[in-house]
C-alpha cells in the first residue's frame, strides 16, 4: 500500500471509532455493521432482474441469463458486468455524497455493500486477478481531491485479498461532457480516453466503477486492455443506470 493509501485507511478506521454505524438515510442504528438499518436495506433498488452480460436493469419479472437487444447486437468487450443496485432513489443520493461531499462513511457503506453483494462470488476465484478502479482525468481528480471508484475498489479489495492495480491505466482525455449525450454519442466521444502506462501481470481484470450509465466508459477500457492482453474482465460496479436515465 502507498502511503497515500496507508493514510486513507488510517482515517477509514477513525471514522468507523468515531462514528458507530448509523443508518444514512434515516438515522436509527446500522444493522450488521452497516451504515444502514434492515429497513432502509430491505428497500434498496438490488439489481436482481439485469441483463447477464451488460448488467442493465430490465423488468422484475425477467428470467436469468437474460441478455438484453444492445448486447445482442454488440457484445461488449468486457466478459460479464454485475451491478449490485439500480441507479434511483436513494442511491442516487448516497453516491452523490461520495462523490460531491467527499463522504467518507458514504464511502464505508457503499463500498461494503459492492463487497457483501453476490457480485463478488459471481465474478470467480481466478487467482490471477487484480482489480482496476476506473481512473479519473487528472484535472478531474485534482478538483475533486479523490476518485470514488478507488474508494470502492479498496473496500473490495480488503474483502476479496484481490490486490488493486493503481497507474496502470491513465485517462487522457476529459470526458466529463458525457452527461447528456445519448449512447451512441458518448461511445464515440469516449474513443481513445485511455492509454496503458504499464502492461498488468493478471489475466483477469475486475474494473470497479460507481456508477455504469451506459456502459461505454467500462467497454472502451475494457478495449484497451483486452488490445493490451488481459484475456477476462468483469466490471463491479455499485450502481447501473436503467435505460431512459
Ligand atoms: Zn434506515
Ligand atoms: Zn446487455
Same mark, same amino acid.
Given at each position: 500500500?502507498?502511503?497515500? !493509501?496507508?493514510? @486513507? +485507511?488510517?482515517?477509514?478506521? !477513525?471514522?468507523?471509532?468515531?462514528?458507530?454505524?448509523?443508518?444514512?438515510? $434515516? !438515522?436509527?442504528?446500522?444493522?450488521?455493521?452497516?451504515?444502514? $438499518?434492515?429497513?432502509?436495506?430491505?428497500?434498496?433498488?438490488?439489481?436482481?432482474?439485469?441483463?447477464?452480460?451488460?448488467?442493465? =436493469?430490465?423488468?422484475?419479472?425477467? &428470467?436469468?441469463?437474460?441478455?438484453?437487444?444492445?448486447?445482442? %447486437?454488440?457484445? &461488449?468487450?468486457?466478459?460479464?458486468?454485475?451491478?449490485?443496485? +439500480?441507479?434511483?432513489?436513494?442511491?442516487?443520493?448516497?453516491?452523490?455524497?461520495?462523490?460531491?461531499?467527499? /463522504?467518507?462513511?458514504?464511502?464505508?457503506?457503499?463500498?461494503?455493500? #459492492?463487497?457483501?453483494?453476490?457480485?463478488?462470488?459471481?465474478? !470467480?476465484?481466478? *487467482?490471477?486477478?487484480?482489480? #482496476?478502479?476506473? =481512473?479519473?482525468? /487528472? @484535472?478531474?481528480?485534482?478538483?475533486?481531491?479523490?476518485?470514488?471508484?478507488?474508494?470502492?475498489?479498496?473496500?473490495?479489495? @480488503?474483502?476479496?485479498?484481490?490486490?488493486?492495480?493503481?497507474?496502470?491505466?491513465?485517462?487522457?482525455?476529459?470526458?466529463?461532457?458525457?452527461?447528456?449525450?445519448?449512447? %451512441?454519442?458518448?461511445? /464515440?466521444?469516449?474513443?481513445?480516453?485511455?492509454?496503458? #502506462?504499464? &502492461?498488468?501481470?493478471?489475466?483477469?481484470?475486475?474494473?470497479?466503477?460507481?456508477?455504469?450509465?451506459?456502459? +461505454?466508459?467500462?467497454? *472502451?477500457? +475494457?478495449?484497451?486492455? %483486452? @488490445?493490451?492482453?488481459?484475456?477476462?474482465?468483469?466490471?463491479?460496479?455499485?450502481?447501473?443506470? &436503467?435505460?431512459?436515465?
Amino acid at each position: 500500500m502507498d502511503i497515500k !493509501g496507508l493514510f @486513507k +485507511s488510517v482515517i477509514h478506521s !477513525g471514522v468507523k471509532l468515531l462514528y458507530p454505524p448509523r443508518c444514512l438515510l $434515516c !438515522g436509527s442504528s446500522g444493522h450488521d455493521g452497516m451504515d444502514l $438499518c434492515g429497513h432502509c436495506y430491505q428497500l434498496l433498488p438490488f439489481n436482481n432482474a439485469a441483463c447477464a452480460t451488460c448488467a442493465l =436493469p430490465l423488468p422484475p419479472d425477467t &428470467p436469468e441469463n437474460i441478455v438484453c437487444g444492445r448486447c445482442q %447486437k454488440k457484445t &461488449p468487450y468486457y466478459d460479464k458486468a454485475f451491478s449490485v443496485l +439500480s441507479y434511483q432513489y436513494p442511491v442516487v443520493w448516497l453516491i452523490q455524497q461520495l462523490k460531491f461531499n467527499e /463522504k467518507l462513511v458514504h464511502a464505508r457503506l457503499l463500498g461494503e455493500l #459492492l463487497a457483501v453483494s453476490g457480485c463478488v462470488e459471481k465474478t !470467480g476465484s481466478d *487467482e490471477d486477478i487484480c482489480i #482496476l478502479p476506473v =481512473p479519473l482525468f /487528472k @484535472k478531474r481528480l485534482r478538483q475533486r481531491g479523490f476518485n470514488q471508484s478507488i474508494e470502492l475498489a479498496r473496500a473490495l479489495s @480488503k474483502k476479496t485479498g484481490w490486490p488493486m492495480e493503481l497507474n496502470r491505466v491513465e485517462r487522457i482525455r476529459d470526458t466529463s461532457a458525457q452527461t447528456g449525450l445519448d449512447a %451512441k454519442a458518448r461511445r /464515440k466521444n469516449i474513443r481513445g480516453a485511455f492509454e496503458m #502506462l504499464k &502492461p498488468l501481470l493478471q489475466k483477469h481484470v475486475v474494473i470497479v466503477d460507481d456508477v455504469v450509465t451506459t456502459g +461505454s466508459t467500462v467497454n *472502451e477500457l +475494457s478495449r484497451v486492455l %483486452k @488490445k493490451a492482453g488481459v484475456e477476462k474482465i468483469t466490471v463491479l460496479s455499485l450502481a447501473r443506470a &436503467p435505460l431512459n436515465k
